[in-house]
């Protein structure tokens, strides 16, 4: 395979995986809910995108599409627990993802079971090369990961996302300030699952093919390991974790095609992994990049006068 | 006399098999500063969470307003500008000290989804004039030079005045303050006080818990006094002090 492709290739990766992680980033970085069911909302995104794509929607319609069946999916399983510990939130989205899976693979009438389902490009062009070809995609998936950032990004620096904050640190407190922590949690579960069904639907479209063993509950972990390395709470962080993740990824395949190593790449990988994740947690625990702060125009005046004067102050 | 804001018929609430409000009944009205004391255990803080839904009462029934509150959640509690400042301060530690502020304002614009995506137009300088209110009561409590660090580096006694700014900056119609002056220096408790004078005289009405009798009777119009779940005196300070009850609460064991 051309070199240069792969490249594109772990660019176009870091992307679908940089809108997942942004999303985990919106929902446990900011509003602390500990969703170990991101997998399932990634798997309607793409499921909903094949199965719309091959009825010959529009590839638009089929990404708006599965931001919203995944939204739907995301606030409906995640309402009996909104009001309870989040632990319950984990266990009930965890089990869920790993039930719509099993469904998926063993009902061939949905998308055909266990043999998977086809799915065609977004944008093809004819008689591209290669090269060209994932550069399409990776014009397509960076246009929604910078709409996704941009939404994001906004919603840290905007009193949103500090009542988001509020409640992560603490729920009790949060409510007696009159913030209705059921209600926040549940349009951050819905914003994040629709971010990650839009990543969902790019992934089916960019290998073209997508299968109920793609959707294994160790994505879900992967996808944390990329936010708690990156640093929760940070949408940056959350970007360079989902890279440096891919690349981890990435480096063992192609590892795996050009050198000979004593043990096998995958569990090479694996194992530096937890050594990674070890060293962060003992000397960075807040991951690399530190939480972000609140940015809002208010803020910033505070802040500036207070230089101002600091600056008067010592001449 | 002005309408009852506050009114407590007959409430109780128990943990396992203890009743720790045992059938509380009071009317707080409009304006001025109304104090409750009793013994460490006798309830006060308990009659507190309940009245603000954080407990659901096994009996009885609260109105603020003329308005059924103790069906609502904490946070419509809030909303109709029945405020508390904790006893022991739940601050959010990573957030600034101005964000904590900031999250106390009651009606923010801010706070919707769809504003602070979309519409920052609606809030922006809403926040801006929530941001001077909220430096300006940060300089009453002496913590202004500490706005943008986070309140988790602040101690003991400066949480609880932060606590206490929190709890000014909703601007309530009714503020429950559980011993404000706990753990801070007493020049600023008595500074803290003679603000809360200052408010009341302003129309803002007080529910205060104070475990130190000297300064709340020299501030409070009508004292509660609370024993083993039960309001067992109350009146004018004056008369409190004169009450054979009152020291028998506090000595007689
Ligand atoms: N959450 C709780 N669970 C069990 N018992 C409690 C709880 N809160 C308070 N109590 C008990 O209720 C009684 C009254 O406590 P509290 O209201 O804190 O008194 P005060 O504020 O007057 O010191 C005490 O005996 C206390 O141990
Ligand atoms: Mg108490």
Redesign the interface.
């Known amino acids: 395979m051309d070199p240069l492709v792969y490249v594109l290739d772990l660019v176009v990766f870091i992307g679908i995986f940089g809108i997942v992680s942004l999303s985990l980033n919106l929902e446990f970085g900011f509003a602390g809910l500990a969703n170990f069911g991101k997998v399932a909302f990634f798997l309607v995104g793409a499921y909903t995108y094949a199965i719309l794509s091959q009825m010959g929607v529009p590839f638009y319609l089929c990404l708006i599409a599965g931001a919203l069946t995944s939204a739907i999916t995301g606030f409906l399983v995640s309402l009996p627990t909104l009001r309870l510990r989040m632990d319950y939130l984990a266990i009930v989205v965890l089990t869920f993802g790993e039930i719509l899976r099993l469904i998926i693979k063993s009902e061939a009438w949905i998308a055909g079971g266990a043999w998977g389902i086809a799915v065609p490009r977004a944008i093809s062009v004819a008689g591209a090369s290669a090269r060209v070809d994932v550069l399409v995609n990776i014009g397509l998936v960076y246009f929604c990961l910078f709409i996704c950032f941009m939404v994001v990004q906004r919603l840290s620096n905007s009193p949103y996302g500090r009542v988001l904050r509020a409640i992560r640190e603490d729920e009790v407190a949060a409510e007696a300030l009159g913030k209705n922590k059921a209600k926040y949690r549940a349009q951050t579960l819905a914003l994040g699952s629709a971010m990650a069904g839009v990543a969902g639907g790019l992934f089916a479209q960019y290998i073209q093919f997508i299968d109920p063993y793609m959707f294994m509950p160790m994505l879900t972990f992967t996808v944390w390991i990329m936010v708690i390395l990156g640093g929760p709470a940070n949408n940056w962080g959350a970007l360079l974790g989902a890279a440096l993740v891919q690349i981890f990824d990435k480096g063992a395949l192609i590892a795996k095609d050009y050198l000979t190593l004593p043990i096998d790449p995958t569990d090479l990988q694996y194992i530096l992994f937890g050594v990674l994740m070890i060293l962060v947690l003992l000397y960075r625990p807040g991951g690399l990049l530190k939480e972000s702060q609140v940015k809002t125009k208010a803020m910033e005046r505070i802040r500036c006068g207070r230089n101002a004067v600091k600056n008067k102050g010592s001449p | 006399m002005e309408e009852t804001l506050l009114k407590i018929k007959e409430v109780r609430k128990h943990f396992g098999g203890v009743y720790a409000v045992n059938g509380v009944s009071l009317n707080i009205k409009g304006g001025g500063i109304w104090g409750l004391v009793g013994p460490n255990g006798s309830g006060k803080t308990t009659l507190f969470n309940t009245i ?1 839904g ?1 407990h659901r009462p096994d009996e009885g029934a609260i109105y603020f307003n003329g308005k059924r509150i103790n069906n609502l ?3 419509q509690i ?2 109709l500008g029945l405020v ?1 400042a ?1 006893q022991i301060p ?7 000290i ?2 904590n502020m ?3 304002a ?1 009606g ?1 614009q ?4 769809l ?3 979309f519409l ?1 137009k609606n ?2 300088e809403q ?2 004039e ?2 001077d209110k909220a ?1 300006k009561i940060l300089e009453s409590l002496e913590l202004d030079h500490l ?2 660090s986070p309140a988790g580096e602040l101690s003991g006694g400066q949480r609880k005045l932060l606590e206490v700014g ?1 709890g000014l900056m ?1 601007s309530p119609t009714l503020l429950l303050l559980d011993e404000p002056a706990a753990g801070v220096n007493p020049n600023l408790g008595k500074k803290i006080f003679e603000g809360i004078n200052d408010l009341s005289r302003d129309g803002l009405s007080f529910f205060i818990i104070e475990h130190r009798l000297e300064i709340l009777f020299d501030f409070a119009h009508w004292v509660y006094v609370m024993d083993k779940g039960k309001i067992v005196v109350e009146g004018k300070p004056e008369e409190v002090l004169e009450d054979p009850t009152f020291y028998q609460v506090y000595l007689g064991e």
Request: without cysteine; aromatic residues 10%.
């Open positions: 603000l954080l959640a904490p946070h809030y909303t508390n904790f739940r601050l959010f530690h990573k957030l600034s101005l964000d900031l999250l106390a009651r923010h801010g706070d919707r989804l504003n602070s995506l920052r809030w922006q926040e801006v929530l941001a430096m706005a943008l929190r909703a």
